[in-house]
């Protein structure tokens, strides 16, 4: 068998992914503070020594991507996902005018309590429950340095450094984090974040600023987006041609060759 | 099949609500004390195919995970409860609230509703009544004779009959914790609900539930040229969200020609 096919059918299941991330992407252009995804494609690392006709899966098999080279060879590349990466960039600030609406502006995220545990968010869609509490919109409550920020009612001020004012008094202090790596944050979707690492990588922000009647919009440039998916699109074609063009080579191997002309 | 398919069509399906909100607000452009609507979206859940943080061999650690998305999702439609413009009326019996109050309106079912469209009406009892005939509670009844009708910052109905000064009632206001949790009745009525919390009622220019202006309306607080931008935004996203839908489609059409 030609092992040549295994690399743009390798090609082509890498485009199919981009074109997931992509459609989320787009799918989420109007989502409060929603961070873009980019992708990146890295070289399949090829077995120095030539084992083209073991009819077994290579010891290191991983069951990823790389599935679709049962067989390895050191002239035959492949390409598989290396990354999928956040794209961190503020978002567009969107004038709202709503007491309980805020935007950061820096690196930090809100800390919610969940029934599952901490999570954290910078979508600052904010509410006040029937008890007076802050709450994100999924209806979690959103901490401050005391814990829960009772604020009674929605007419409050918050300033620059996220210090919750009602009637000239202090409420709470939002807790505004910022991590290490933020890109070990895990998504858990509703906007929510996740996260698994140990706590010194984990530090109460102090250059994030808090802008209240503001919300940050997603950061999905969409005409980047949209030029992504047309080099997608493309480039599936491309290799499902290639697919083809083997199948044709195939062809003309098991047909063609030893046929006795008259 | 492609995930990207249906990772699509929530985003078109987000869009759709987004432009049915704004709809509402822009057909709501002129009415009494309508407060603007805000549809707001969250990401779905994730599918995690290699997380962040994890050891890729001995000593190394992934420094970003691969999650896929799997589109988004309506998470809310707000009401925006800001306060609309001033619209002058020299009509004795507008009146309009200074702060973030509700007047309270008996509907025909005996129930409490609340509206912040102080455009009210005499009955042919003389009652205080709203536009479709629901009258304010407490009940403020005028004579028949009465002229100079007046109303203070603090509610206090006043008429002159037979040129004496006379009292007729306060109007209360109720305020809500959390405004935004009010359900929208139509007729420019909200009832509370559970998330809105409990009515705290209280007599006007006391006690923060704000102060009541005669001669005035409150305007709607829907900001058009707002909406004419979110409306482009939403209808654009839409469009995009139908591109993928349509990329998706050729791309397993190529797949199926292959061969």
Redesign the interface.
Known sequence: MLHGIYTPLSGALAQ??V??????N???????A?KG?NISFKLLDSEPERNYNSPLPPANFKR?LSEVMPFRGNEIAFVG?S????DLSQGPAID???P?DMMLEGEGLFAVQTQDGLRYTR?G?F??????VLMT??GHPVLGERGNIFV????FDVNHRGEIYQDGELVDRLRIYEFA?Q?????????YFFF??PDEDRVLSQNTNVRQGFLEGSNVN?IK??TA??I??RS??AY?KA??NY?KMLEKGSNSIGEVRA | MMRSLLTAATGMESQQTNIDTIANNLANVNTNAFKRSRANFHDLLYQTVRAAGQSATTGTVVPSGIQIGAGSRLASVDKLFTEGGIKVTERNLDFMIEGQGFFRIQKDDGTIAYTRDGHFDKDNTGRLVTSDGFPVVPEVTIPQNATDLHVGMDGIVTVKVDGETQELGQVQLATFINPAGLQAAGRNLYTPTRASGEPVVGNPNQSGVGRIAQYQLENSNVNIVEEMVNMITGQRAYEINSKVISTSDQMLQTTNNVR
């Open positions: 199919e992914r074109l997931e991330i992509i459609a989320n787009l799918a989420n252009v109007n989502t409060t929603f995804d990823d996902i990354d999928i990466e956040r709202t005018k709503n309980t979508s869609d509410k006040v429950s029937p008890d007076g919109s999924s009674r009612s929605s007419a790596d890109r070990q944050l895990e998504r858990t979707g509703d906007n698994g690492g969409a987006s949209l998916m047309i997608a699109h599936f074609e499902q697919i083809s199948d």
